[in-house]
């Protein structure tokens, strides 16, 4: 007969967390501690490939507190709850390390429609851009950067965040992902582009490289002003073999990416092993 006893429940992030704790104060081998908040980049759905959080968990022997969700925007992480959940582990625990990934999804998707403008066949790629939009949405983009080095300055000022600035997508209409609970989701900058009247592949690959490229200077002139603030310097890092749907690695350039990551932690860190 089978059994009629119940599995046990999957530990929590928080439970998995206190463990590595009590584990460093047994063997005190110096692990640094380190909080990760984030998008998909950090938290892709697990029954699809790893991401990049679940690579540097497996390869580091570090002390890890992961709050990072699937989707999620500047604008959810740095207020209400989830904002107050930040605070509460900076404030609570001498974090080393603050691991952050965001600003993506706060310019494609749905997000990225306002910013573009309607254009026509005869037009160059960069007619579809919306300067004055684009400009409110990068500003935007810096404005909870620096909220999230204020929280961090007011509560843990010795605490070196590490970010990163994504890579050059390619708009692609099948760039499409399944997941078990959603369906199919995607893609995140092609469908904005048709909708304007930009339909030119090339023309679209060029906005998508730029896009990501003013992400990068906002997040680069952040780095220049913070000793503290460390940016990884993503962009070009995945050959286009490497993109498992249209704005997310494939699991092959998910670990390139934390390979970058490993690097960097390492330099602050150099007790770290994989």
Not at 222 to 242: R, V
Request: net charge positive; proline share 6%.
């Amino acid at each position: 007969m089978p059994s009629s006893r119940k599995r046990p429940k999957p530990k929590t992030r928080y439970q998995r967390f206190l463990e590595k704790l009590r584990r460093e104060k047994r063997d005190g081998k110096g692990r640094p501690l380190v909080l990760s908040e984030g998008d998909s980049w950090f938290a892709f759905p697990k029954e699809l490939r790893p991401s990049t959080m679940d690579i540097l968990d497996r390869k580091l022997d570090m002390i890890l507190m992961r709050l990072e969700t699937n989707g999620d925007e500047l604008s959810a992480m740095l207020s209400g709850k989830q904002r107050r959940r930040l605070q509460y582990y900076l404030g609570k625990w001498d974090f080393n390390l603050l691991l952050f990934s965001g600003g993506g999804n706060d310019i494609v998707g749905d997000r990225l429609f306002p910013l573009l403008n309607t254009v026509s066949s005869n037009d160059p790629w960069e007619a579809v851009i919306n300067k004055e939009a684009m400009h409110a949405a990068f500003t935007l983009i810096e404005f909870y950067y620096r909220d999230l080095i204020q929280i961090r300055d007011d509560l843990r000022p010795e605490c070196d965040i590490i970010t990163h600035c994504y890579d050059y997508p390619i708009p692609n209409v099948n760039g499409k992902v399944k997941c078990l609970n959603q369906g199919l989701l995607g893609p995140w900058i092609y469908p904005a582009l048709a909708a304007r009247g930009l339909i030119d592949s090339a023309g679209q690959r060029s906005f998508a490289r730029w896009l990501i490229g003013q992400h990068r200077e906002v997040l680069k002139k952040i780095a220049g002003e913070y000793p503290h603030f460390h940016l990884i310097d993503t962009p070009g890092t995945l050959a286009d073999n490497e993109w498992g749907d249209e704005i997310h690695p494939t699991k092959g350039g998910f670990e390139k990416i934390a390979d970058k990551f490993i690097i960097e932690i390492k330099r602050h860190f150099p007790v770290v092993e994989s």
